[in-house]
């Protein structure tokens, strides 16, 4: 049992760059979420989605773009980096919907934008 | 989603004092919950507290959520270097846009 899996761990990409930050779990979680950290500012949420085929604006989206087209993925894409995207960034996931169930978290992905 | 305000934001101990991290808000909170992140870590679940006036203790860790329920703090009982690291409070109002606090960073002088 993997629990949330996130990959790339690190990533470096130029202004205007596009890529697309993975994010898997293996619990059968129906919700799933994009959270960046940047110093000072605690976690802030980008993206959610409460199941298959279906996903919200957070406090921060714009700039990123989200699908789940399966139960165990929810991919992030960056359309055209920009340097104030720099961050880390955390996928969580967790049972129910979201409304108040324990989130648990993968390992991050630290994103620098030249 | 509805802000809750974390104080405060840095803390520096000795070894062996206490600490406490406050969780504001000015509405009324359905739940908290609580996450400790190491540093260099991801944020990994403590605690959830749900009932007005609700304490639960996890070793040298209490929990407790104000008689309003607008309110709740973390105290941790002669701090530990492995107690290092930043502390948030997430709330639930039903919602599904759970915002989470800004955070207390604990740093610890052994």
């Known amino acids: 049992n993997a629990g949330v899996t996130q990959t790339p761990k690190f990533q470096v990409l130029k202004t205007g760059q596009s890529m697309t930050l993975q994010c898997a779990q293996d619990?059968?979680?129906?919700?799933m979420s994009w959270y960046r950290q940047d110093p000072g500012m605690g976690l802030r949420l980008i993206h959610y989605?409460?199941?298959?085929?279906?996903?919200d604006q957070g406090e921060v989206p714009n700039g990123y773009n989200v699908s789940r087209s399966t139960t165990e993925d929810f991919p992030l894409r960056l359309l055209s980096a920009a340097p104030s995207q720099t961050s880390v960034y955390f996928c969580?996931?967790?049972?129910?919907?979201?409304?108040?169930?324990?989130?648990?978290f993968g390992s991050g992905t630290q994103l620098s934008v030249l | 989603g509805q802000q809750v305000m974390q104080i405060p934001q840095y803390q520096h101990v000795q070894e062996g004092e206490d600490f406490t991290t406050y969780c504001n808000s000015s509405?009324?909170?359905?739940?908290i919950q609580w996450y400790k992140q190491r540093p260099g870590g991801h944020p990994v679940f403590l605690i959830q507290?749900?009932?007005?006036?609700e304490v639960k203790k996890q070793k040298r860790l209490t929990f407790q959520f104000g008689e309003a329920k607008k309110n709740s703090s973390l105290h941790i009982t002669a701090t530990q270097t492995t107690d290092v690291g930043t502390y948030f409070c997430?709330?639930?109002?039903?919602?599904?846009?759970?915002?989470f606090g800004q955070g207390t960073r604990l740093t610890i002088n052994p």
């Open positions: 989605s409460v199941g298959a085929g279906i996903t």
């Open positions: 997430r709330n639930s109002r039903g919602a599904q846009k759970l915002v």
């Open positions: 969580a996931s967790s049972y129910g919907a979201g409304r108040g169930e324990k989130l648990f």
């Open positions: 507290l749900v009932k007005s006036g």
């Open positions: 509405t009324t909170l359905s739940n």
């Open positions: 619990m059968n979680h129906e919700y």
